[in-house]
């Protein structure tokens, strides 16, 4: 889950990492009453979850009034990325004579937490990992003892952070990765840190996305979630609890397991179609979230073929293909060609009682997956 | 011969009076798997399917000799019950728990650095020698022994390519679920080394999928160590960046790291053959017999 900067800031501020002021703005009035608060200039900011705000327009600076007012407008409402800009930050601009990165994540391969810190801040961090790399300093944390202050001010001498500033950044480090442990976070970083002309820091930017699977003892966090945000199917998905991802092809594809649907959507590729979704309907195929599954995938207009892939393992095939029949047997008439394939357990007596007048039945993946794509060609065609 | 887990492999199951504990507990003995004990907080002196319960594991353990324990514990609860584990001792620990919080398991993984026992999971579907013994939720039908091990990330997907290789008649010693988390116990290097190391693997399966660096070390391992030949699958090809597919450690990052074509380069590279389908995962393994 990803905190919008707002959110992140807030939560930065009241650890008493300094941030500059700020009002959030729904409407241009709000911003303009914002801006003429905080004093000019100021930096109009979207909220909306995209990396590269700045370059695709998202971030104007304004000098007075009517600069607030026109950089208001061009934000508000715009569609950043394939997102709506419903609100927008307006902040008191910092004026700053250099940008550093602090940032903690988790290293995967290591299994363990590890601070970073570089002089290149303001700047894609990714980026800057892959051009050069050691351009940031890294400092791996003993996630059981947490980080000890000299682990911060290793890591900041290390990335050559200029003496003046170097315990505040310090400070800020320890704090940031507080707040990693405390809130579950998976990654956090602040960028840039802005440093003034008279050696203050300043936090400008803040991320912050919390591990989806700490959520439940994270109840603040949870709350600050907006389901407003996010794509409407995928909200559904949430709703029925499944995972699901949206794609921009015409195949939809419903299976069991995450490695399974996968594949699904890879042979799909591979045969010459193009996937409309990821759709993993996890553990028991009861005739109820066989329903939710097959309404998710008919309301995504794109879809013009089925492909149903369960590998039965505890699951049991005949049950499967029980919780299909009844399923497609709610239409009045099937909204696009369904094609099932069952493997596994009594994967054969549910091929037997699954309705050939409802569903064309495949024996192998390979088979299944050609023949949705097959369908999805001709619904084309017509 | 197999790896880690055969007949004698003394087992104690963790949370057998949960819905998901008691329900594989009960098929896991159906499989002829050697379950020795429960154990539950709170639940000592009871039975489950003819199995004494222990309110600790290590009372379990130390009564009925047990080596090993399969983890159906709730993902709050999950990392305490490994800990737990980790200190009776015992010799392997196999987590089913899908959805434990990324740092309790970095502490986990912690302190599986500083103690002898092997962690399989969290996230997975367990490991099954055919025909010995089955620790975790696989469906023991579809598994014959024979000379292939096999190691994957994904549950249903490893259901899959042994679907394709027993339909040839060709059998298993091992199948190893590592689990699709970021943070697992036994990675991909781990159990090839076991299977490199077992004189009746004959060669190995190995499926990976999207995300991390672990198919790529894995490659390296497998091109200065391995005389077992090994045949891949990756899935994933067809994900975007910055989703995360189903497992929380399937996730492509922006920056273009843990994506399909960085992880078959690497394979092809070290002289693995990557199957399309997962019909031409067996298709190579039946080249190499």
């Known amino acids: ?382 | 011969m197999s790896v880690l887990v055969d007949d004698d492999t003394r087992v104690v199951v963790q949370g057998i009076t949960g819905g998901e504990g008691n329900f594989h507990a009960e098929q896991m003995i159906e499989y002829g798997t050697n379950v020795v004990a429960g154990a539950v907080p709170g639940k000592g002196g009871q039975e489950v399917h003819g199995v004494p319960v222990y309110d600790t594991v290590e009372r379990a353990a130390r009564e009925e000799d047990a080596d090993a324990s399969v983890v159906f514990v709730p993902p709050a609860f999950a990392a305490d019950a490994v800990f737990e584990a980790l200190d009776a001792p015992l010799d392997l620990v196999v987590a089913i728990t899908e959805g434990i919080p990324t740092q309790d398991m970095s502490k986990v993984y912690k302190r599986l650095g500083e103690v002898d026992t092997r962690l399989i999971g969290p996230n997975c579907p367990g490991i099954i020698t055919p025909g010995e013994a089955k620790l975790g939720i696989l469906p023991g039908n579809i598994f014959e022994s024979g000379d292939v091990g096999l190691v994957s990330r994904s549950g249903t997907l490893t259901y899959q390519v042994v679907d394709n290789l027993t339909s040839r008649g060709i059998g298993q010693t091992t199948a190893i679920g590592i689990g699709g988390d970021p943070i697992i116990g036994t990675d991909f290097v781990d159990a090839l080394e076991l299977f490199e190391n077992d004189p009746d693997t004959k060669a190995v399966v190995m499926c990976g999928e999207i995300g991390g660096e672990d198919e790529e070390e894995a490659a390296r391992y497998i091109a200065e160590n391995m005389d077992t030949p090994v045949a891949g699958f990756i899935a994933g090809r067809t994900a975007p960046p910055g989703k995360r597919m189903g497992h929380a450690g399937a996730i492509v990052s922006g920056s273009g790291t843990g994506t399909a074509e960085s992880k078959i380069q690497a394979l092809n590279d070290a002289g693995v053959p990557v199957g399309d389908t997962p019909n031409e995962v067996a298709d190579h393994i039946e080249d190499f017999l």
Request: proline share 3%; aromatic share 6%; net charge negative.
């Open chain 1, 1 to 382: 889950m990803k905190l919008h900067e707002y959110q992140a800031k807030q939560v930065f501020a009241d650890a008493g990492i300094p941030t500059p002021a700020s009002t959030l703005a729904s409407s241009v009035d709000e911003a303009v009453e914002a801006a003429e608060e905080i004093g000019y200039p100021v930096a109009v900011k979207a909220q909306v979850h995209v990396g590269g705000r700045g370059k695709a327009g998202g971030i104007k600076l304004a000098d007075d009034r009517e600069e607030a007012e026109q950089a208001a407008e061009d934000i508000l409402g715009m569609d950043l990325k394939g997102y709506t800009v419903e609100t927008v930050l307006v902040e008191e601009a910092v004026d700053f004579v250099n940008e550093l990165y602090v940032g903690v994540t988790m290293d995967r391969g290591e299994g363990e937490p590890v601070a970073m810190v570089s002089t290149k801040g303001g700047v894609d961090i990714e980026a800057v990992a892959e051009e050069d790399p050691e351009a940031i300093a890294r400092e791996h944390v003993d996630p059981a003892f947490g980080m000890h202050p000299f682990e911060a001010r290793k890591a900041v001498y290390d990335a050559g952070v200029p003496s003046e500033v170097a315990s505040d950044v310090a400070s800020i480090l320890t704090t940031l990765f507080q707040l990693w442990d405390d809130s579950d976070a998976s990654d956090i970083e602040i960028n840039p840190v802005m440093i003034t002309s008279d050696d203050e820091v300043v936090a400008a930017d803040a991320v912050m996305n919390i591990d989806d699977d700490a959520l439940f003892r994270q109840p603040e966090l949870a709350e600050m979630e907006e389901e407003a945000a996010e794509d409407e199917l995928e909200a559904k998905a949430n709703e029925y609890g499944f995972d699901y991802v949206r794609l921009d092809g015409n195949v939809g594809i419903i299976g069991n397991g995450a490695g399974l649907v996968m594949t699904t959507l890879d042979l799909v590729d591979h045969y010459g179609g193009a996937p409309a979704n990821f759709l993993d309907i996890g553990g028991g195929a009861k005739a109820e979230r066989v329903t939710n599954a097959l309404d998710m995938v008919f309301a995504d207009e794109n879809v013009d073929s089925v492909v149903f892939n369960i590998f039965g393992g505890i699951t049991r095939g005949d049950e499967v293909a029980q919780g299909i029949n009844d399923a497609l047997g709610q239409f009045d008439e099937i909204p696009k060609p369904v094609v099932v394939r069952l493997a596994g357990t009594n994967a054969e007596e549910g091929r037997e009682i699954l309705n050939d007048e409802l569903v064309t039945v495949e024996e192998t993946l390979e088979d299944a997956v050609q023949r949705a794509v097959e369908y999805a060609d001709a619904e084309v065609e017509q």
